[in-house]
Protein backbone atom coordinates (compact mmCIF):
# COMPACT_ATOMS: atom_id res chain seq x y z
CA UNK A 1 0.00 0.00 0.00
CA UNK A 2 1.59 3.12 -1.38
CA UNK A 3 -1.13 5.39 -1.27
CA UNK A 4 -4.82 6.26 0.59
CA UNK A 5 -7.41 8.67 -1.23
CA UNK A 6 -10.35 9.56 1.09
CA UNK A 7 -13.55 10.08 -0.86
CA UNK A 8 -14.83 13.54 0.59
CA UNK A 9 -18.44 13.57 -1.08
CA UNK A 10 -22.34 13.75 -0.04
CA UNK A 11 -23.65 10.87 0.64
CA UNK A 12 -25.89 10.21 -2.83
CA UNK A 13 -22.96 10.67 -4.74
CA UNK A 14 -20.45 8.58 -2.57
CA UNK A 15 -20.86 5.00 -4.27
CA UNK A 16 -20.30 7.34 -8.17
CA UNK A 17 -17.51 9.35 -6.34
CA UNK A 18 -15.58 5.96 -5.28
CA UNK A 19 -16.18 4.05 -8.60
CA UNK A 20 -14.72 6.89 -10.05
CA UNK A 21 -11.65 6.72 -8.02
CA UNK A 22 -11.43 3.17 -8.44
CA UNK A 23 -11.63 3.35 -12.17
CA UNK A 24 -9.00 5.95 -11.97
CA UNK A 25 -6.05 3.77 -10.50
CA UNK A 26 -6.98 0.91 -12.75
CA UNK A 27 -6.41 2.95 -15.51
CA UNK A 28 -2.59 3.95 -13.94
CA UNK A 29 -1.70 0.59 -14.13
CA UNK A 30 -2.31 0.23 -10.26
CA UNK A 31 -4.63 -2.19 -7.85
CA UNK A 32 -6.99 -0.91 -5.40
CA UNK A 33 -8.83 -1.75 -2.58
CA UNK A 34 -12.36 -0.03 -0.97
CA UNK A 35 -12.05 0.22 2.70
CA UNK A 36 -15.38 1.60 4.57
CA UNK A 37 -14.40 2.71 8.28
CA UNK A 38 -15.86 0.75 11.42
CA UNK A 39 -18.49 3.25 12.68
CA UNK A 40 -21.34 4.06 11.37
CA UNK A 41 -22.40 7.77 11.27
CA UNK A 42 -24.56 8.06 14.37
CA UNK A 43 -21.55 6.89 16.33
CA UNK A 44 -19.11 9.02 14.68
CA UNK A 45 -21.72 12.00 14.92
CA UNK A 46 -21.83 11.46 19.57
CA UNK A 47 -17.98 10.86 19.58
CA UNK A 48 -16.99 13.95 17.52
CA UNK A 49 -19.69 15.78 19.72
CA UNK A 50 -18.43 14.62 22.77
CA UNK A 51 -15.26 15.64 21.71
CA UNK A 52 -13.55 12.05 21.61
CA UNK A 53 -12.21 12.92 18.15
CA UNK A 54 -8.58 11.16 19.25
CA UNK A 55 -10.49 8.32 20.54
CA UNK A 56 -12.58 7.70 17.44
CA UNK A 57 -9.76 7.98 15.33
CA UNK A 58 -7.54 5.56 17.19
CA UNK A 59 -10.38 2.96 16.82
CA UNK A 60 -10.76 2.83 12.82
CA UNK A 61 -7.14 3.01 12.54
CA UNK A 62 -6.75 0.31 14.95
CA UNK A 63 -9.80 -1.65 11.97
CA UNK A 64 -7.47 -0.20 9.30
CA UNK A 65 -4.36 -1.86 10.42
CA UNK A 66 -5.98 -5.45 10.60
CA UNK A 67 -7.25 -5.54 6.97
CA UNK A 68 -4.93 -7.35 4.65
CA UNK A 69 -3.76 -4.26 2.08
CA UNK A 70 -0.33 -5.80 1.55
CA UNK A 71 -1.53 -7.16 -2.21
CA UNK A 72 -2.64 -3.04 -3.62
CA UNK A 73 -0.97 0.05 -4.69
CA UNK A 74 -3.96 2.29 -3.31
CA UNK A 75 -6.59 2.11 -0.32
CA UNK A 76 -10.09 4.43 -1.63
CA UNK A 77 -11.71 4.99 1.96
CA UNK A 78 -15.20 6.20 1.87
CA UNK A 79 -16.11 9.26 3.79
CA UNK A 80 -18.27 10.18 6.02
CA UNK A 81 -22.38 9.46 5.53
CA UNK A 82 -25.05 10.16 7.60
CA UNK A 83 -23.91 13.09 9.35
CA UNK A 84 -24.73 16.80 9.56
CA UNK A 85 -22.12 18.77 6.63
CA UNK A 86 -19.86 20.19 9.37
CA UNK A 87 -19.96 17.03 11.60
CA UNK A 88 -19.20 14.76 8.03
CA UNK A 89 -16.24 17.71 7.43
CA UNK A 90 -15.12 17.45 10.82
CA UNK A 91 -14.37 13.68 10.19
CA UNK A 92 -13.09 13.49 7.44
CA UNK A 93 -10.36 16.03 8.09
CA UNK A 94 -9.58 14.12 11.09
CA UNK A 95 -9.87 10.94 9.47
CA UNK A 96 -7.59 12.47 6.40
CA UNK A 97 -5.12 13.26 9.11
CA UNK A 98 -5.16 9.74 10.67
CA UNK A 99 -4.66 7.87 7.86
CA UNK A 100 -2.39 10.03 6.15
CA UNK A 101 -4.57 10.29 3.23
CA UNK A 102 -5.35 12.34 -0.08
CA UNK A 103 -8.97 14.13 0.06
CA UNK A 104 -11.14 13.22 -3.42
CA UNK A 105 -13.58 15.91 -2.76
CA UNK A 106 -14.98 18.48 -5.09
CA UNK A 107 -18.03 20.03 -3.14
CA UNK A 108 -18.93 23.18 -2.42
CA UNK A 109 -16.79 22.87 0.92
CA UNK A 110 -13.79 21.45 -0.47
CA UNK A 111 -11.71 24.62 -0.43
CA UNK A 112 -11.80 23.99 3.76
CA UNK A 113 -9.93 20.88 3.38
CA UNK A 114 -5.99 20.92 3.55
CA UNK A 115 -4.53 22.14 0.14
CA UNK A 116 -1.78 19.53 0.53
CA UNK A 117 -3.87 16.59 0.80
CA UNK A 118 -6.78 18.16 -1.72
CA UNK A 119 -7.66 16.26 -4.76
CA UNK A 120 -10.39 18.97 -6.08
CA UNK A 121 -11.04 17.38 -9.33
CA UNK A 122 -10.08 14.25 -11.99
CA UNK A 123 -7.20 16.24 -13.38
CA UNK A 124 -5.70 16.26 -10.00
CA UNK A 125 -6.39 12.42 -8.92
CA UNK A 126 -4.67 11.38 -12.42
CA UNK A 127 -1.61 13.85 -11.76
CA UNK A 128 -1.47 12.04 -8.51
CA UNK A 129 -1.84 8.68 -9.27
CA UNK A 130 0.91 8.98 -12.37
CA UNK A 131 3.28 10.51 -9.24
CA UNK A 132 5.91 8.59 -7.54
CA UNK A 133 4.11 7.97 -4.17
CA UNK A 134 5.37 10.45 -1.24
CA UNK A 135 6.76 8.68 2.35
CA UNK A 136 4.30 7.98 4.31
CA UNK A 137 3.67 9.53 7.75
CA UNK A 138 2.67 7.79 10.93
CA UNK A 139 0.19 9.87 12.74
CA UNK A 140 -0.62 9.83 16.66
CA UNK A 141 -3.75 7.55 16.11
CA UNK A 142 -2.18 5.35 13.77
CA UNK A 143 0.96 5.23 15.93
CA UNK A 144 -1.07 4.38 19.56
CA UNK A 145 -3.39 1.64 17.65
CA UNK A 146 0.14 -0.47 15.95
CA UNK A 147 1.35 -0.04 19.77
CA UNK A 148 -2.04 -1.42 21.40
CA UNK A 149 -2.97 -4.09 18.35
CA UNK A 150 1.09 -5.31 19.33
CA UNK A 151 0.17 -5.18 23.32
CA UNK A 152 -3.20 -7.13 22.44
CA UNK A 153 -1.23 -10.10 20.38
CA UNK A 154 1.16 -10.22 23.36
CA UNK A 155 -1.70 -10.20 26.07
CA UNK A 156 0.98 -9.58 29.08
CA UNK A 157 -0.05 -9.11 32.23
CA UNK A 158 0.47 -6.24 33.98
CA UNK A 159 0.17 -5.27 37.81
CA UNK A 160 -1.64 -2.17 38.85
CA UNK A 161 -0.88 -0.95 42.46
CA UNK A 162 -2.54 0.82 44.33
CA UNK A 163 -5.62 -0.80 43.31
CA UNK A 164 -7.98 1.08 45.22
CA UNK A 165 -8.09 4.31 43.48
CA UNK A 166 -10.39 4.93 41.49
CA UNK A 167 -8.46 5.67 38.37
CA UNK A 168 -6.72 2.37 38.84
CA UNK A 169 -9.92 0.15 38.93
CA UNK A 170 -11.63 2.71 35.61
CA UNK A 171 -7.98 2.14 33.93
CA UNK A 172 -8.49 -1.96 35.08
CA UNK A 173 -11.81 -2.20 33.17
CA UNK A 174 -10.56 -0.19 30.26
CA UNK A 175 -7.77 -2.59 29.79
CA UNK A 176 -10.12 -6.01 29.68
CA UNK A 177 -12.07 -4.30 27.99
CA UNK A 178 -9.86 -3.55 24.86
CA UNK A 179 -7.77 -6.74 25.66
CA UNK A 180 -4.97 -4.96 25.67
CA UNK A 181 -3.37 -6.90 28.73
CA UNK A 182 -4.64 -9.33 31.51
CA UNK A 183 -4.39 -6.49 34.59
CA UNK A 184 -3.56 -7.71 38.32
CA UNK A 185 -5.07 -5.55 40.97
CA UNK A 186 -3.08 -4.94 44.12
CA UNK A 187 -5.02 -3.99 47.26
CA UNK A 188 -7.66 -5.18 49.53
CA UNK A 189 -10.71 -6.85 47.31
CA UNK A 190 -13.19 -5.52 49.46
CA UNK A 191 -12.26 -1.93 49.05
CA UNK A 192 -11.26 -2.16 45.14
CA UNK A 193 -14.81 -3.67 44.48
CA UNK A 194 -16.57 -1.02 47.07
CA UNK A 195 -14.39 1.73 45.04
CA UNK A 196 -15.45 -0.09 41.34
CA UNK A 197 -18.97 0.06 42.56
CA UNK A 198 -19.23 3.93 43.17
CA UNK A 199 -16.90 4.65 40.05
CA UNK A 200 -19.67 2.54 38.15
CA UNK A 201 -17.29 0.42 37.24
CA UNK A 202 -18.29 -3.39 36.52
CA UNK A 203 -14.89 -5.27 37.26
CA UNK A 204 -15.11 -9.16 36.18
CA UNK A 205 -15.48 -11.54 39.02
CA UNK A 206 -12.44 -13.12 38.18
CA UNK A 207 -10.06 -10.66 38.10
CA UNK A 208 -6.86 -11.31 39.93
CA UNK A 209 -5.97 -9.52 43.36
CA UNK A 210 -3.30 -9.55 45.13
CA UNK A 211 -3.83 -8.88 48.84
CA UNK A 212 -0.61 -7.86 50.31
CA UNK A 213 -0.16 -8.95 54.17
CA UNK A 214 2.52 -8.59 57.03
CA UNK A 215 4.18 -11.91 56.00
CA UNK A 216 4.97 -10.84 52.09
CA UNK A 217 6.33 -7.19 53.26
CA UNK A 218 8.85 -8.99 55.98
CA UNK A 219 10.53 -11.19 53.53
CA UNK A 220 11.39 -8.23 51.34
CA UNK A 221 13.01 -6.24 54.33
CA UNK A 222 16.41 -7.76 54.09
CA UNK A 223 16.72 -7.20 50.49
CA UNK A 224 15.54 -3.48 50.64
CA UNK A 225 17.83 -2.85 53.68
CA UNK A 226 20.27 -4.55 51.62
CA UNK A 227 19.72 -2.49 48.38
CA UNK A 228 19.60 0.80 50.35
CA UNK A 229 22.62 0.57 52.85
CA UNK A 230 24.58 2.92 51.67
CA UNK A 231 21.65 5.51 52.81
CA UNK A 232 21.55 4.37 56.07
CA UNK A 233 18.18 2.31 55.61
CA UNK A 234 17.52 0.10 59.13
CA UNK A 235 14.81 -2.21 59.29
CA UNK A 236 12.44 -0.40 60.99
CA UNK A 237 12.46 2.31 58.33
CA UNK A 238 12.40 -0.57 55.56
CA UNK A 239 8.92 -2.02 57.11
CA UNK A 240 7.76 1.41 57.23
CA UNK A 241 8.25 1.95 53.38
CA UNK A 242 6.82 -1.18 53.06
CA UNK A 243 3.61 -0.30 55.36
CA UNK A 244 2.85 2.05 53.20
CA UNK A 245 0.62 1.27 51.01
CA UNK A 246 0.72 3.66 48.75
CA UNK A 247 4.69 4.13 48.41
CA UNK A 248 6.33 0.90 49.21
CA UNK A 249 4.31 -1.71 47.66
CA UNK A 250 4.09 0.17 44.19
CA UNK A 251 8.12 -0.31 43.66
CA UNK A 252 8.31 -3.71 45.94
CA UNK A 253 5.89 -5.61 43.22
CA UNK A 254 8.76 -4.66 40.55
CA UNK A 255 10.62 -7.82 41.23
CA UNK A 256 7.31 -9.97 42.50
CA UNK A 257 6.91 -13.51 40.97
CA UNK A 258 3.22 -12.42 40.57
CA UNK A 259 3.88 -10.15 37.28
CA UNK A 260 5.10 -9.68 33.95
CA UNK A 261 5.07 -5.51 33.73
CA UNK A 262 4.21 -3.01 36.87
CA UNK A 263 2.17 0.22 35.84
CA UNK A 264 2.92 3.60 37.97
CA UNK A 265 0.64 4.48 40.59
CA UNK A 266 -1.56 7.41 40.38
CA UNK A 267 0.31 10.95 40.22
CA UNK A 268 1.52 12.42 43.25
CA UNK A 269 2.63 8.90 45.09
CA UNK A 270 5.50 7.82 42.37
CA UNK A 271 8.48 10.28 42.97
CA UNK A 272 8.92 9.11 46.36
CA UNK A 273 8.76 5.60 46.51
CA UNK A 274 10.89 5.79 42.85
CA UNK A 275 13.92 7.35 44.50
CA UNK A 276 14.06 5.35 47.62
CA UNK A 277 13.94 2.01 46.18
CA UNK A 278 14.58 2.71 42.72
CA UNK A 279 17.25 -0.36 42.79
CA UNK A 280 14.56 -2.72 43.27
CA UNK A 281 13.82 -1.94 39.34
CA UNK A 282 17.11 -4.45 38.90
CA UNK A 283 16.32 -7.28 40.48
CA UNK A 284 15.48 -10.32 38.19
CA UNK A 285 13.19 -13.09 39.60
CA UNK A 286 14.51 -15.91 40.75
CA UNK A 287 10.70 -17.62 41.04
CA UNK A 288 10.02 -17.93 37.77
CA UNK A 289 12.54 -17.23 35.10
CA UNK A 290 10.41 -16.16 32.20
CA UNK A 291 10.23 -12.94 33.78
CA UNK A 292 11.97 -10.33 32.81
CA UNK A 293 11.93 -6.44 34.30
CA UNK A 294 10.70 -3.69 32.14
CA UNK A 295 12.09 -0.15 33.80
CA UNK A 296 8.63 1.83 32.93
CA UNK A 297 10.30 5.09 34.34
CA UNK A 298 10.84 7.56 31.79
CA UNK A 299 15.06 7.41 31.44
CA UNK A 300 16.40 11.20 30.46
CA UNK A 301 18.90 11.23 27.62
CA UNK A 302 22.41 10.93 28.79
CA UNK A 303 23.25 14.29 28.39
CA UNK A 304 20.21 15.41 30.76
CA UNK A 305 20.93 13.32 33.88
CA UNK A 306 21.39 16.34 35.76
CA UNK A 307 19.00 16.68 38.73
CA UNK A 308 16.71 19.68 37.44
CA UNK A 309 16.40 17.64 33.96
CA UNK A 310 15.62 14.50 35.51
CA UNK A 311 13.21 15.95 38.06
CA UNK A 312 11.44 17.91 35.13
CA UNK A 313 11.32 14.61 32.60
CA UNK A 314 9.95 12.51 35.18
CA UNK A 315 6.98 14.99 35.79
CA UNK A 316 6.36 15.84 32.65
CA UNK A 317 6.31 12.16 31.45
CA UNK A 318 4.96 9.69 34.34
Known amino acids: MNRVILVAVAESAMQAKIKEVVDAVAAAGLKSAVYKPCVNGGEAAAELKAHRSAVLMEKIAADFLQKDFAAVDTVVVEGAAGMADAIAHKFNDDLA ?5 KIFSDGEDADLFCPNRLLACGKCLAKELAAEPA ?11 GLLLKASKAKKRIVLPEGSEPRTVQAAK ?8 VPVLVGKKDEIFKVAKEQGVELPADIEI ?19 KSKGMTEDQARAALADGRSGWSCVWRHSFYRRHLAPGPAGHQVRPRRQVRKLCVLYVHARQDL ?25 HR
Open 97 to 101: TALDA
Open 210 to 228: IEPTAEMAEKYVPTLVELR
Open 174 to 181: LVIDRKIA
Open 292 to 316: HLRRLRYQPEPHRRRTGWNRHAVRR
Open 135 to 145: ERKTSQAMFRA
